[in-house]
């Protein structure tokens, strides 16, 4: 009896330790440097510059929104990296109109990231790829 009890305890800590490594396996880390890209709504596109450190994102859109606004690394889960829009910095109604908001962050390569956010008026996605550097 002593042996069943001992193996059933062993048998339900791997599982745990599994299922435990499971879920912390699909809780992508937060992505980091400099990528650019395409997003775009039903209506535009716009292209986007993002800067991404541990906690902020920094975004830039072009013409013809012209204006940049950061976000607060908030969390990461299976869906990818959960960020809250701040005021913007520079003003610009494409990027008044984002806060308060949400921007979500996914990794599907090593090599792109799937943004995701919302304005009062669209919603927009789209996928970034690291920015070269100059030479």
Known sequence: ???FNLKSHAMVA??????????LSQQAP???GRWDGVIRSDTARVHVD????PKLA???FDEPFNCSIDASFLEADKDGSHYTFKPSVNGGQFCQGLYPGEL????????????SL????AAWTGT???TQAAH
Do not use: D, E, I
């Not at 993002?50 to 450190?53: D, I, T, V």
């Open 14 to 23: 791997a599982l745990l330790l599994c299922v435990c490594g499971n879920v």
């Open 104 to 115: 979500l962050v996914s990794t599907p390569s090593a090599t792109a990231l799937s943004l």
């Open 58 to 60: 920094s975004l830039h």
């Open 50 to 53: 993002a800067n991404f450190n």
């Open 30 to 32: 937060a992505p980091a």
């Open 118 to 121: 919302k304005n009062k008026k």
């Open 1 to 3: 009896m002593f042996r």
């Open 128 to 130: 970034l790829t690291p």
